[in-house]
């Protein structure tokens, strides 16, 4: 059965917006209520990387060392030390396209590394091609985006500076449900905003349909401007990055962020190869279907349609064609996009997938098997 979503379906008279916080003034992403809870819509392999991929050998050291938290028996530091034991190594960022001389968007940066590798989420740097990054000391430089992965919402950007203060990493995975937090951020344009509050959840997917990072729940204000900003625990490190929040006027205090655990391999890949490597796609669009747009359309209600391939799939190559619908892989139903992604995520690219597919102008299933493609973006 299609897993429920735990966020409470409300009216669409008022429905719940989950809000992307790149955007500072400039810009955001908002998704309704039935995304997060019907969610019908999957792209498989039809992102790109942003930016010029980094040379093979451009940084080969780990950027993110994660360290066990101190032997502190008073609970950790107060708000106050943490600000500025973690502030100096927060930026701004402002992003700008060739085509306007305003600002694209805006957001959060958290430096990784002395010689200029800064953190941020994709939606932060999404369509923009010159970066401005403003240090605590005010101070600025132009940054390049090495990559980015839309995927798990976080990029890479590099600016030609040396001497930068990276922020200490702690281990996400050793969170308790509870535990005090703060946040610091571009908060609404007014930098080095810190807010403070406690772990509200773990593990939260939100990714209805589509792969996703477990995610951190905070109830520490989280604002447009905060994305790519860093979430400390009581110690002063580092262990998230915050992503999102769900805003209307039926919810309060309901952020996330992304565990700097499940974030270093991703952004390693990135700075080292520009996008993620190693992750095994179809080349395809899916819808999936459901008891209410299968039928009227003469498709089961059950299973996910194809609506689009990209031009490396080889499912055209085997025979497959659009509004096919994918109901079995390897051996597994394809109830949800879920479930195609379960699988997915069991092989690499070059692999050989097995699918049964519907097709409704024969009223047949037919079996395939089609070779694997690596996503980029």
Do not use: W
């Amino acid at each position: 059965m299609k897993k429920k979503s735990k966020l409470p379906i409300i009216s669409l008279v008022a429905l719940l917006l989950v809000l992307s916080l790149g955007g500072g003034f400039f810009a955001g992403k908002a998704l309704y209520d039935g995304d997060t809870v019907d969610r019908i819509i999957a792209e498989f392999g039809l992102g790109s990387a942003s930016g010029k991929p980094a040379p093979e050998n451009l940084y080969s050291d780990s950027t993110i060392e994660i360290n066990p938290a101190p032997e502190i028996t008073d609970g950790g530091y107060n708000t106050t030390d943490i600000y500025e034991m973690v502030n100096p190594s927060v930026v701004n960022i402002t992003v700008y396209s060739n085509q306007s001389i305003a600002a694209l968007g805006s957001g959060t940066g958290i430096v990784m590394s002395e010689d200029g590798y800064i953190i941020t989420n994709a939606h932060v740097v999404d369509g923009g091609t010159n970066v401005n990054v403003t240090f605590s000391d005010e101070t600025d430089a132009n940054g390049v985006i090495i990559g980015m992965d839309t995927t798990t919402d976080l990029a890479v950007v590099k600016v030609d500076k040396t001497g930068l203060t990276p922020a200490q990493f702690g281990d996400s995975s050793a969170l308790r449900v509870g535990e005090r937090i703060v946040a610091i951020g571009n908060a609404g344009g007014l930098s080095s905003t810190i807010t403070q509050g406690i772990v509200s959840g773990l593990d939260r997917d939100l990714g209805e349909g589509a792969r996703s990072l477990r995610l951190i729940q905070v109830d520490a204000a989280i604002n447009p401007g905060n994305s790519g900003g860093p979430l400390i625990n009581r110690f002063g490190q580092v262990i998230g990055i915050n992503s999102s929040k769900i805003a209307s006027v039926e919810y309060e205090g309901i952020g996330f962020s992304i565990p700097i655990n499940e974030a270093k391999p991703i952004l390693e890949s990135i700075i080292s190869h520009g996008y993620v490597t190693g992750r095994a796609v179809l080349g395809v669009s899916v819808v999936e279907l459901n008891s209410s747009n299968g039928p009227i359309n003469g498709l089961p209600s059950e299973g996910v349609c194809i609506m689009e391939f990209t031009s490396d799939s080889d499912l055209p190559n085997q025979g497959v064609q659009l509004r096919d619908v994918i109901v079995e892989a390897n051996g597994r139903d394809v109830v949800t996009t879920d479930d195609l992604l379960t699988e997915l995520d069991k092989y690499s690219p070059g692999d050989y997938f097995n699918l049964v597919v519907y097709r409704a102008t024969t009223r047949q299933t037919y079996s395939v098997d089609v070779k694997l493609i690596e996503s980029v973006g």
